[in-house]
Structures are given as structure tokens and as C-alpha cells.
DNA sequence: AATGAATGAGAGTTCATTCAT
DNA sequence: GATGAATGAACTCTCATTCAT
């Protein structure tokens, strides 16, 4: 829309126009730093919480790091536990938007699961303070973390009935699949611990070996002789 | 009840008794009243942490729970971190006695795993705090957290290479079953955290079909046409 | 109505209503939305101190209350003190109204007095909150707290002298009636705190003997045998 | 009971009860200081609260005053509140006894009445803070002021028995006494309110000629010619 | 004139640790 | 060895006031 036909047209209401334009243009950066102040916390606590735990997430580290005046923390979150429940679904959504992409054009079910398991072993890798924001936010953060499983569990339990109406996945009923949805869940976080956290050295990667064992793992079962 | 002849197979607690019966009389009961009194910090703590979590488990509310002074604390622990460390190795000793009993007398490897399992969340539904102990345990006692890990997946893999020797279980290196160990640990865990603290009423007991889903998956493996 | 008739006994208003028709009429609605809001705020003070008292009596509250802006308060009042020392001459010229308006018609000196005390009560009843903002005054308001005892206690005066001119009222000097006044006053106030917040019930007003107690010590003094 | 003849009679309690005066000889100075930091508190407290109010008495400012820790105070007291409720009761006692002590050998319930009269005003001017303590005490701390009040009223009201006992006050049914006591309290504050704090220059003292109207008030009441 | 976001000082309270007794 | 009073730093949260819009 040409700005300079109305002028001539409607001085009066397009200048009333204008006005409310200009002052919306004017309000616009209020709401945007509203917004951005908000995430500025957000990713700030997100931060924090990854690398000194939810407990030394103090309100002063927080608005410290984001910027921002201690009292204007509360401009924003209702309490310090408002702002720490909502940090897991805020990174939360990051992951799922990163294992998204990588698992889109994977070829069949197991290719989905390994594409997603690498996926989410990548992201840990680049984020390393997740893994901490996730496995403490169960008693810090019960409600986040309440909303980041769901989340998670349904998204997972959806790619898994896909599988199995494309006939790729048999021998579970769906009520099964609730539980093993969980039990791969598990397997991610533990192997995580265990050879990243734990053994990993610097890398922040999974060994490729791992991989290789959990994908045997998975296709074939234990194979118990009895 | 002869201590003599136990002499030999006597625990720490026993050789300690000899060491006792050495010194002057006036003494041992001192030694044991301090034996005592740090066990009762200790037990006190594990209930403690078990209901309200590390972070809430302060030393007034300890020594009170264990009729002690609060400064008294000091004389069996250097700091608060000092005896959270060493809460998960104390309880976790109780676990791991516990399915060592429910598991003698297995019939095969797969017996073995079943029992096992059974008797962990037959623990947990006894032990309620142990679950939370166990988890926040990972960043608030990561030295105490870490032996309770080393202890248990040792156990563990000297099970699972027990069942290799007998050629009960085949398909994976002593390597690879190093991963398969964790893996199963952590399936333990979610399951416990998805079906019976969120999920299991006031039971506290894993549902019968979620213990045949996971001997289902565990036999069989997920089964994929690929 | 004509509005030039009343201009001689106008009130401020009405000299204000004179001023804004000279004034240019644009200006006008302007000036009379400044008087509304500045009342407004009065009023929701008046109300929220009289509930929770001068020290709760926040700004946000007020604003809230009054349907303002936060920050618009500072448009018409230097500081939050400016306004509470505004609050009590505020409510205090509806009790002297209402006092007024009840005593109008009566017969004598002693007369007046009870017409007075009850209208006081009566006014108490109606407005629960005035006793509070009043008490709390002293020091939490002390320049309008100073005002309104003036005002009070110089209309009191006035009257007492009137019944002396008339020869109603013997036996004290007008600089000793300035102490029966107070005292009198007094007596109101404590009164009200014993016999209606205390032990009023939910009526809010006070029990009748109480009232012809006040009125047989007035009139007779406490009849000391010395 | 003796304690000798239990010496020879049961030396190990004898000893006990020695080894126990010891300890608790050695205790004393340790319950003596409590009590002594308590008062402390509580006197700074009555200071503090006298000087700028309630609301300004900060347990910052207490503390300090006292010569103690922040956290010291909640050795002491449960909360703030808890302390500012106990402050008008402490002083309180105080005032009673200084108007116990003057009114003793007062020759009649006049006298008695002139005695208490002028031995508050005496120790108002003496403690010029206990005016604002209890005034503004009935919103800021009511438990604490409904106790003194109740206790004040009482002691009052005990008086004025004895004098109606006595033949020396007639004309008030006991229950009217009830409503006599509240009025005259209520008039020694508002006096001072008037000719002492407002009025009363650097002497703190109330004016001779006020105090002989207030003796002429209650003696002969207002003298209305009705 | 009106708004409400932003500030930062200061409030009450908790608690691990120390130390005189 | 045992006690518990004492400490003071750190915490979360509130709010009068300012100021860019």
C-alpha cells in the first residue's frame, strides 16, 4: 500500500492513520523487547540450569547474565519456579525441531530410529547442558519436565504407530509400544551418561560402537537360548 | 554366639569388634556409640533425602530426625556434601543384597533377568525414597552417585558374563555387553518413573503386562522387517 | 438552573465549572478528566487504606483500583506520601457533613451532643474503614492527620462555645474547654474500639446503655464522694 | 527437706546432684545470656519501634542495635511479627509498675485517680516512645495490643472496684464502670496527644492547668443545665 | 496527558559452618 | 566427645520512582 495516495485523500483520518501507524510502529518494539527480554531469561536460565543445575539457578545469575535488573525478572515470571519449569519445554522444542529435520527422508523404520538416535546424540553433543536441565528438572521442575516427557513420549509413540501401520514394526500391540517407547527413551539418556558424560573425553560424541550395539540391540533382541 | 569362629569371614564391623575387644574396656562402648551415632546420621538422611531430595535435606532436620545435636554433626562428617555422598552407596548396598536374595535359585539366564527385575521394583515399591535418592543423586552427590553406578553395573555384567560362560546369552562381545548392562539399567528406571510413580495408584507395584512387555522385548528384540 | 444565580454561594466546583466556560472549549473536557481522575485516586486510596491500611496501601493497588496507569499516578501526586497525607481531610469532610446534617434541629446543648455522638457511630457503621485511616494517620499521614484534627476539633469548639454563649454549658473556661473537647473526642474513638470493633458482632454499631452511660457521665460527672 | 542427711545416704546421688549444680552453674551464664539477647532484642525493638514505627523497625536495625547477628534473631523470636507483638507487652509492665508504685498511699479513689493520672504522663515524658508503641500498635501488632489493653483495662477497672467497695464512687452499675475505664484511658492519650506531643515544647510534661481540668471533668462531669 | 516497562535498594528468612562451653 | 548458640552470606520477592514511548 502506497502511503503518499492517502495523504491527499483523507488528510484528517489518514493522519489519524499515520498516527495510529506510527504509534503502533512505535508500540511494536515494546511488544518485541517484551518477547525478547522474556526469551533473554529464558536462554539465559537455560544456560545456567545446563551448567550449575536448577538448585544455583539464582534469580541474580539469571537476569545477571540476561541483562537485565534483578526486579525486572518478575516482570516477566510469576517466581523463580514459573521461569525454571518453563525452561525444559523452551529447549525442549529445540531438540524435537532438531531430530525432526534429521530423520525427515529416512528410508524406513530402522533407518528412522538410528537417524533419530544419532540426531539427538548430535544435539547433546553441541548442547551438553540439556542432558542436566533434563534429568534434574523430575523434582526441580516437576511441571516442565512433566510436559517435555509427554511431549517427547507422544511424539515417539506417533513416529512408532507410522512404523507400524506401514506393517515395518510387528509383534507389539500399541498399549506395548507405550512401554517400549519409554524404554528407548531410556536407553538415549543412559548411554549418554554413561559413554558421553562419563567416558566421553572432550568429543561429546557417542563412539560409533555404541551406536552399532544399541542398533544390534534393537533389531535383533538379546537373543536368549532359552 | 561364638565370635571366634567368625573371626575369619567377619566383615569390617567384626574385625572392628576384635580391634575393640583389644583396647580398653572404657573405650568400646565410645567406639560403638559412634558407629552408631553415624549410621543414625546416615539412616536419617537416607529418609530425609528420600522424601524432600538432597537439596531440602538440611543438617538441622537431619540430626534432629537422628536425636543428635546439630553441631555433633561435625564430628562424623567433614561437611553437608560429605554425608549426602554417602547416602546412595549406604542404601544401595540394601538393593543390591536384596536381589542377590531374590535371584539364588534362578533356573537360567532369562530366570535370572526376570527375577532380578521383579526384585528391583518389588525394592522400590517397599523403598519409595530410593528412587529419588538414586536420581538427583547424578548432580547433588555425582562422587556417591558414581560408586552406586560403578557397584551396580559391575554386578550386572559379572550376571550377564555369567550367562556368556553357560552360553545361555550369545551375540554380543564382553564389550558390547557393557552397553547392553546400562541399557537395561536405564529401562528399569524409566518404567519405574513412567508406570509406577506417575502412573501406579497407590500400589507402588509394576503392572504385570508392562514386566511381559519388557521379557517380550528382551527375548525377542524389537522384531523389524528391514 | 441557571447557572449565574448560584455564582455568589458557589462552592469551588461551581467556580471551577465558571473558569472552564471562559477557557477555551477543548480544553475543557481535559481539565474536568484531571479532576476525576485525582479523585479517583483519593477514593481508591481511601478505600484500600481504610481496608488494609497506609503501609499495603501501594501504588499499584491504588491505580488498579482507580482503572489508571501505574506511572499516571505522578501526574497528580508528587509521591505516594502526598497522597496518603490527601486521604484522611478527603474522608473527613463526609463525617463532618454527615455530623452536621444529623445534629441540625437540636433543642439543646446536650442535645446536640448525643445527636453528635450517634451520628459519629452511625457514620462508624456506614464506613468501617474511616476508623482505621484515621488511627493509622497519626504517624503514617501525619500533615493530613494534623488537618483533620484541627478541622475536627476546632468545629467541636465552635459548637461548645455557642451552648456556653447561649448559657448551656457552665463552669469551664473557654481555654479549658479546648481540653474537654479533646477529651471528649477521645472518648468517641475508644469507645468505638472497645464496643463496636472489638465487640460488636457483625452490627457495627453501639449497644444503646453504652450510649446513655456516655450521655449519664457527661451530664453528671462521675459523682466522687471527696 | 534437708539436703544433708541424703549426702551420707546416697553418695552417688549426692555426687550426681553436685556434678548437676556444676553443669548447671555452667549453664547459667549460657541461659542467662539468652535471656539477656532476648531483652536486648526487645529492647532495641521498643527503642526502634518508639522512635520511627513499626513499619520501619527492620530486624537490620534491631539486630544492630542489639549488638548481634541478622540470623541471631531468629534464635530468639519465630518471626518479626512474633517480636513486634511481644514489644508493647514488655513495656507495657514497665508503665504499670511506675503507676503501682506512685499511686500506693493515695488517700482516696480521687487521689488514686490524680496519682495514676499524673504518674503516666510522668512516664511518657520519661519514655517518649511508648505513645507511638501503643498507638499504632492496634493495626501493626494487635495481638500484643489486645494483650495490654485488656491488661491495662483490667488493673483499671480493679481500681475503680475497690473505690465503689468502698463507698467512695457511686452512681455506675459495674457493668457501666466497664465503659467509665475505656473513657478515661481514652482521654490520658488523646490529653497527651494534644498538650504534650503537639503542644508540649521540649518538656514532654503535660500542662498543670490541663491536668486541674481534667480532676474538675471527673469530678464534677460538664454540668449541663438540661 | 498517559502509559507501563525498568530499575535497584531493601525487606524477611534460611542454613552450613564455627566454637566456647 | 557433645552441645547448640552465634554468625553472615545468600536467597526470593516487593515496590516507589523514573522515563522512553
New interface residues.
Partial sequence: MSRRKQISLAPKAAANTTLRATSKRRKLPRAEKAIENRNALLRAAAQIVGEV?Y?DASIARITQKAGLAHGTFYLYFDSRQDLLEAVLPFVGEELALFIRQRVSGAK????VEEKSFRAAFEYLARNPGFY?TL??A???APVGF?KQFDNAAHRYMASMLRSKER??????TT??LD??V??L???R???Y???VK?DGGDSGRLPE??VK??M???????????
Fill in positions: 543445575g538448585q524406513n523404520a530402522l533407518d542436566r534429568n534434574e523430575e523434582f526441580a512433566a506393517g515395518e514394526l510387528e509383534g507389539y498399549k506395548e512401554v517400549v519409554y524404554m527413551m531410556a536407553i539418556f543412559y548411554l551418561l554413561r559413554f562419563d560402537w555404541v550395539t544399541y544390534k540391540f534393537l533389531r535383533g533382541g538379546l537373543n536368549y537360548k532359552n
